[in-house]
Structure formats: structure tokens, C-alpha cells
Nanobody, 125 residues
Framework: QVQLVESGGDSVQAGGSLRLACVAS????????MAWFRQAPGKEREGVAS???????RYAPSVKGRFTVSLDNAKNTLYLQMDSLKPEDTAMYYC???????????????????WGQGTQVTVSS
């Protein structure tokens, strides 16, 4: 049974940084497609970054160069380092996983089978 638990969300000022974490159980990194999505109020859920291994990563254009996704196999944890945050980054951030096939952005949220509960990121100007 796959379980994903996110943490690290907070309120920060524009230009600040946050690191989100997603502890995964019931799957093996490198054999699962992992991703971060976000959803702002009134907007559709959108992909932020996807990762299968350290050599297989994709970013949404809106975050490329500011966000970094990584895996820690020893801790079974997926990370999203977010730098140079902007007010438009404000959203609920979700960790997603799928063990059935290889997926990368721009995969749709419906392509991923497993989801965490989300962690809120608020960026003020």
C-alpha cells in the first residue's frame, strides 16, 4: 500500500525559500514515477516537477531555474527545494506517485494513482 505524506509548507515573503518533503512508503524510488503538483484556489491542479531518478527530471517552465526536485533513497523522501519564491507560487502542493508506468510532466494529474494530503505554501509580496 502506497502512502505519501507531505510536509514543509509555510508562509514566506517573496524572494524567500522553502523545502517541501514527501515521505513515501510502499514503493521504491527508481521504480516509481514521482511528481509534485500544485493547486491554487479557483485554478486547476498543475504539474511542478517530475522525477524518476536523479538523471530523469522535468520541470514546469514557470518554476525551472527556481525549484529543484530530488530523491533521498535512504530516507524514502522526495524533496522540492523552492527558491526565489513569487506570490504566484501560492498554492497547495501535492506529492504524487505511480508505480504502473513511467510518467513525466506534462503528464496530467489523472495519470498519477497515489496522492498525499497536500501542504500549503503562501508567498506574500
Amino acid at each position: 500500500q502506497v502512502q505519501l505524506v507531505e510536509s514543509g509548507g509555510d508562509s514566506v515573503q517573496a524572494g524567500g525559500s522553502l523545502r517541501l518533503a514527501c515521505v513515501a512508503s510502499g514503493l521504491t524510488f527508481g521504480r516509481a514515477s514521482m511528481a509534485w503538483f500544485r493547486q491554487a484556489p479557483g485554478k486547476e491542479r498543475e504539474g511542478v516537477a517530475s522525477i524518476i531518478t536523479a538523471n530523469s527530471i522535468r520541470y514546469a517552465p514557470s518554476v525551472k531555474g527556481r525549484f529543484t526536485v530530488s530523491l533521498d533513497n535512504a530516507k524514502n523522501t522526495l524533496y522540492l527545494q523552492m527558491d526565489s519564491l513569487k506570490p504566484e507560487d501560492t498554492a497547495m502542493y501535492y506529492c504524487a506517485a505511480d508505480t504502473r508506468r513511467w510518467l513525466h510532466l506534462p503528464a496530467a494529474p489523472s495519470d498519477y494513482l497515489h496522492w498525499g494530503q497536500g501542504t500549503q505554501v503562501t508567498v506574500s509580496s
